[in-house]
């Protein structure tokens, strides 16, 4: 059944329905004119949004519902990851054409739920309205930090080292290898519908150790370790050769016809998260790191007058170019 069959008030009560959540942080649920939520003492408040748009963020022709929910709320999880905090609930507005299904609807936040719910993150509201180009997804995030842990990209210092977390490059190339065969299923696709935010990562690192900055990788690593370098007023230098790509990147590369390293600088929304530390806490690091997730040193910070450059595999110094994904 189409939703303008339907209607706008039944469809939101099968939303409500299909989101419908126990938790005891939530006062008041979908089906009000707002939702209410229990606020923590002694902590802050982190707000976020991301909205994403059909055929420009997300195709429905290698794309399933599920997976561009799931995407949507990834995108809105790693940010609050990227601040250190605790992801509470979210606020989903659904711009809808008129030809589409009420089951692609609930499809999609079946998608959403079954991410946020990883976290004990309810949606617990939101609006929707007709779009008349195509599906429209906006979610807002609220999550919780406390007040002296909560990172910024602002607080990197000279001498911290900077390191990434897992393997860079797959999510691009998932996105190329399903334009160019829809139905191709393996884990660097998985990478590209799917990508899992760092948000138990982020709470580990920031409890254990000094971080001084923090970013997730939205737009690819050289741009957003531009953005780092521009909001801490500080350069950088990072070197080609500790770059993260896995063995199963340099074969996709090699079959495309790619460089793993470019596509590992620019490959956007890969919501691992870069981050800055204190030289002196590596060992630590390494030590907390051990066995639970991948972390790589790939470079260290410098005073802004040296700019932010990249040490080549050729062993020379250049000025890294911003590369990946922009607005407009």
Same mark, same amino acid.
């Given at each position: 059944m189409e939703v303008k069959k339907l209607g706008e008030f039944r469809l939101i009560d099968l939303i409500g329905r299909k989101v419908n959540t126990r938790d005891k942080r939530v006062v008041l649920n979908i089906g009000d004119d707002a939702a209410l939520l229990r606020c923590p003492p002694a902590k802050l408040i982190v707000f976020t949004t991301d909205t994403m748009m059909e055929k420009v963020h997300f195709d429905l022709r290698y794309s399933s519902f599920e997976d561009v929910g799931w995407?949507? @709320? #990834? #995108?809105?999880?790693?940010?609050? #990851? #990227? @601040?250190?905090?605790?992801?509470?609930?979210?606020?989903?507005?659904?711009?809808?054409?008129? /030809? +589409? /299904?009420?089951?692609?609807?609930?499809?999609?936040?079946?998608? @959403?739920? =079954?991410?946020?719910?990883?976290?004990?993150?309810?949606?617990? %509201?939101?609006?929707?309205?007709?779009?008349?180009?195509?599906?429209?997804?906006?979610?807002?995030?609220?999550?919780? *930090?406390?007040? =002296?842990?909560?990172?910024?990209?602002? %607080?990197?210092?000279? %001498?911290?080292? +900077?390191?990434?977390?897992?393997?860079l490059g797959e999510a691009e190339a998932g996105l190329r290898i399903l334009r160019t065969d829809k139905k191709k299923k393996s884990s660097i696709v998985r990478k590209h519908l799917r990508p899992y935010?760092? *948000?138990?990562?982020?709470?580990?690192?920031?409890? =254990?150790?000094?971080i001084t900055s923090m970013i997730d990788i939205s737009d690819g690593l050289s741009s957003d370790l531009y953005h780092l370098c521009e909001e801490s007023s500080k350069g950088a230098l990072i070197y080609a050769e500790k770059i993260p790509v896995s063995q199963r990147i340099t074969r996709v590369c090699k079959s495309l016809n790619l460089s793993p390293l470019n596509l590992a600088l620019s490959s956007g929304e890969e919501y691992e998260l870069l981050f800055t530390l204190n030289r002196n806490e590596e060992k630590k690091l390494r030590t907390i790191t051990q066995g639970k997730f991948k972390v790589t040193l790939i470079g260290q910070i410098k005073n802004k007058k040296e700019g932010v450059e990249i040490l080549g595999l050729d062993g020379k110094s250049r000025s890294l170019k911003k590369t990946g994904y922009t607005h407009f």
């Open positions: 995407k949507s @709320m #990834a #995108a809105n999880l790693s940010d609050i #990851a #990227a @601040m250190g905090g605790v992801p509470l609930a979210g606020l989903v507005s659904l711009g809808l054409p008129g /030809k +589409i /299904k009420v089951d692609q609807v609930l499809k999609l936040y079946s998608g @959403m739920k =079954n991410l946020s719910s990883k976290f004990k993150c309810p949606i617990v %509201g939101g609006d929707i309205f007709f779009s008349p180009k195509g599906l429209v997804i906006t979610i807002s995030l609220l999550g919780e *930090v406390e007040k =002296n842990l909560f990172k910024t990209r602002g %607080g990197a210092r000279i %001498g911290d080292l +900077i390191y990434v977390t897992g393997n935010p760092r *948000v138990s990562e982020s709470r580990l690192l920031i409890k =254990n150790l000094n």
